[in-house]
């Protein structure tokens, strides 16, 4: 994939249509993806990996703070990990702290949530009718609507701060992101994402 990833382009075609989340990585045609995939390649190199360890052990600090807490040794593994990877997302691609384990019901945590929670119906739509009828229907995308607007928003109010902060500011994968250019053959490939661009290759993390 390393040597030979035109190969892999084109590999699906969302029937549904939704104005940001048909732009991630892994919906859009050849073109479009290979300047996507050079964009966000940078942003997973070692250095990148390893700068963001501190970030990382904050959260297994808070993990492990709130698994001592427990009084009757009892824990429940399915809740701690998933405010586990909600901090670690926030934290690592977004630069925002959530501290999911002390306020679970934080409007954030919660519309993670909701948003990882895709209806059944909507999925088997999506996968299955023609877009015209999917149209017709209103479904844009296999997400709930409310959670996909609620983050889309949140998202964007990111880039916005992100995109006034000076150069050396910490380097999260909306930051990296805002500051690659694209490269390739040609010269519309030489350019920066859109907003909308920025905030589907991060839907992909943050779902």
Not at 46 to 72: F, Q, Y
Request: net charge positive.
């Amino acid at each position: 994939m390393i040597t030979h990833f035109s190969r892999f382009a084109n590999r699906r075609i969302l029937n549904s249509y939704h104005p940001v989340w048909n732009r991630n990585l892994f919906s859009v045609d050849y073109d479009d993806w290979k300047v996507y995939r050079g964009m966000t390649t940078p942003a997973f190199s070692s250095g990148k990996l390893r700068a963001m360890n501190p970030l990382i052990r904050d959260c297994n600090r808070r993990l492990m703070a709130k698994i001592e807490s427990i009084e009757n040794g009892v824990i429940t593994p399915k809740e701690l990990f998933t405010n586990y990877s909600i901090d670690i997302t926030s934290a690592i691609f977004f630069a925002t702290e959530t501290d999911a384990h002390a306020d679970p019901q934080s409007p954030i945590v919660k519309q993670c949530l909701a948003l990882a929670d895709i209806p059944a119906f909507k999925s088997a739509a999506v996968g299955s009718l023609p877009r015209p009828i999917l149209k017709m229907m209103g479904i844009t995308s296999a997400f709930r609507e409310g959670p996909l607007a609620y983050t889309c928003e949140l998202l964007r109010s990111m880039v916005a701060r992100q995109r006034k902060l000076p150069i050396e500011a910490q380097n999260d994968f909306v930051r990296l992101l805002i500051q690659t250019e694209g490269s390739g053959d040609k010269a519309k490939d030489f350019r920066k994402l859109t907003d909308d661009e920025v905030i589907a290759q991060c839907l992909v993390y943050f779902r």
